[in-house]
């Protein structure tokens, strides 16, 4: 008792020690695999980071080069701008090169000025200024675009609200794509000069320079991995893409990124979806060769668990099964050693002298002797079979008539037992290699588990047929049967099936092991089937000692033919006759 409860114990620490090392396992699995999705999700943010910089350089590029060509306003004073107007309604060389520069910018299509707040489009007695690219000099005009007028309006409008505070020589102010209007601040007195308005070339803008712009910095989207869209998201208008072969669709490409025009293009703005680049396409490869790696790597170390942990169990499972062995060998050993002694005692003391009762008493010492004697063997065969010095000794032999040799020792004691045995086998089979003694051990093992397990039908059929390149042996009976769940382990040393039916069936678990180390050793196969409550067939197969040319299934010839229509020829041990 105090072994079984060790062994209980010991169980006990092994499942929570398992279930540790299992929790473990998962736990740093789950960690490994968060930090390496981790790691992609931050190579991809970088990647996202980089394109983000990319289209905001983009866009400050776009936004520069509205003010390339009028930059150099900036050096001049505005003063002597306003002094040459009030004098002669001219500018200084300086100013004049600048609008110069502007005018030969595709950029821009058209060049106005009004000096101060004297704006024509508000009132008409006041002019507005054309600058002619020709002569290089404003004239007054009548034919002002409502684009200029508009511009105009924006500029002072602004201008009035920061004039007395600004620091800077010019204020530019964009009507949106359509024109960029600067305020000519001088700073001696914080007035405004005039404001300068500049036409912009839309077509030019969209079609030459931005395109051209997109295709230079993102190329072709399979390459970059970027799509970039310009926008106009007061009208809901697509007005260019970097590459037309992707259109813009939310549902098919979400927005990932999305660039305002700081200062400049108000109504428009970048969209732009990332797809599969390189950086993210290699991110992702990465990411699943380490899950790969890592998946096979927790599947091996479970696997290595489990099995350590199955092995335990079916070590203890074989230690409680040795000590059950033991226990119940020991009742065995004892009980046919306690009736020969009993037997042995009345017959030595001379007190039975009647003839009935010394042939029953010789009976007994008879039976539990041979009793004896195969738990004895049995017990040998196990010690063969774990020390490795059980030997076969194979010759050429006809399994029917080993069979039959052996029905014919055991008939009395089968038919003593109430059982009927029939036999019956094929005609003219052929030899195989086999150890006789070994067939006999397998015959009376299959046999005496007939015997136990068999209550209500007490029937034995043996069967030795041809099948194939071998010569099968059968032992069918209707006893029992095997439960489903029990039948991957009967050929383990020491374990017996427990269950209500076989409960009082005393055994020890080693027959069917020895068995199938016997059948293995003379180059057979076994097999069972058997159904619950109805029976079992034990079957051996050993390899027929010259193969036929006709068992190859690809030869149908006469000589197989009859083979497989051949007869059987039934023999019959006790009432039945060959």
């Known amino acids: 008792m105090e072994f079984l409860q060790n062994l209980k114990k010991s169980n006990t620490l092994r499942i929570l020690f398992f279930g540790i090392a299992t929790v473990a396992v998962l736990a740093l699995t789950l960690l490994n695999v968060y930090s390496l999705y981790q790691l992609r999700n931050t190579s991809i943010e970088s990647a996202t980071d980089v394109k983000k910089l990319q289209i905001e350089e983009f866009a400050n590029t776009i936004q520069y080069h509205f003010y390339g060509s009028v930059w150099d306003l900036r050096k001049l004073d505005m003063s002597t701008v306003e002094a040459g107007w009030n004098n002669n309604q001219t500018f200084p060389y300086q100013f004049l090169d600048v609008l110069r520069q502007a005018s030969q910018d595709p950029l821009y299509s058209d060049i106005h000025f009004i000096y101060k707040d004297r704006d024509g489009c508000v009132n008409p007695d006041e002019p507005v200024y054309h600058y002619d690219e020709t002569t290089q000099r404003f004239s007054a005009t009548d034919d002002v675009p409502q684009l200029v007028c508009d511009g105009f309006g924006i500029s002072k409008s602004r201008a009035r609200a920061i004039v007395d505070e600004y620091r800077f020589n010019i204020r530019t102010t964009f009507d949106s794509h359509r024109s960029l209007t600067i305020a000519l601040v001088n700073l001696s007195d914080n007035s405004v000069v005039g404001h300068l308005n500049l036409l912009i070339n839309r077509d030019y803008l969209i079609n030459d320079y931005i395109a051209e712009e997109m295709k230079k910095t993102f190329g072709d989207a399979d390459d970059s991995g970027i799509v970039v869209w310009l926008r106009d998201w007061i009208q809901d208008d697509i007005l260019l893409s970097s590459d037309e072969n992707y259109s813009y669709n939310r549902e098919l490409y979400p927005i990932d990124i999305r660039q305002r025009f700081s200062d400049s293009l108000d109504d428009w703005n970048l969209h732009a979806t990332i797809l599969e680049s390189p950086t993210i396409a290699a991110s992702d490869a990465s990411l699943m060769r380490n899950l790969i790696v890592l998946g096979v790597s927790v599947f091996v170390l479970l696997g290595a668990l489990i099995f350590i942990f199955i092995n335990a169990q079916r070590e203890r499972e074989l230690a409680e099964r040795q000590a059950g062995f033991l226990a119940n060998i020991t009742h065995e050993l004892k009980t046919p050693l306690a009736v020969m002694q009993a037997a042995g005692e009345n017959l030595s003391d001379g007190r039975v002298r009647d003839e009935k009762r010394l042939k029953s008493y010789g009976d007994h010492i008879y039976n539990e002797s041979v009793r004896l004697k195969r738990m004895i063997e049995k017990l040998l065969d196990a010690a063969k079979v774990d020390s490795g010095q059980l030997s076969t000794q194979q010759a050429p032999h006809f399994l029917h008539e080993l069979t039959s040799e052996f029905i014919e020792a055991n008939r009395g004691y089968i038919e003593g037992k109430g059982f009927t045995l029939t036999f019956s086998h094929d ?27 068999s209550v209500d039908e007490k029937e034995i059929h043996i069967e030795v047929k041809k099948s194939g390149n071998y010569v099968s042996l059968s032992v069918a009976d209707k006893g029992t049967g095997i439960p489903k769940q029990s039948m991957r382990y009967i ?6 099936v427990e269950d209500s039916l076989t409960a009082k069936t005393k055994g020890h678990g080693l027959g069917l092991s020895i068995v199938k180390n016997m059948v293995e050793m003379n180059g057979g196969r076994i097999d069972v089937k058997s159904e619950y409550g109805k029976g079992s067939v034990f079957t051996v197969k050993f390899p027929t000692l010259l193969p036929s040319e006709t068992d190859d299934p690809s030869e149908p010839s006469a000589a197989k033919t009859e083979q497989t229509n051949r007869s059987l020829n039934t023999e019959k041990i006790g009432p039945y006759v060959q």
């Not at 003219?428 to 136990?452: C, G, Q, S, Y």
């Not at 050929?491 to 017996?496: A, G, L, S, T, V």
């Open 491 to 496: 050929f383990d040393k020491f374990y017996r």
């Open 427 to 453: 005609k003219n089979l052929p030899l195989v290699m086999v150890d006789p003694d070994h067939i006999e051990t397998m015959l009376n093992n299959f046999v005496e588990n007939a015997i136990k397990y």
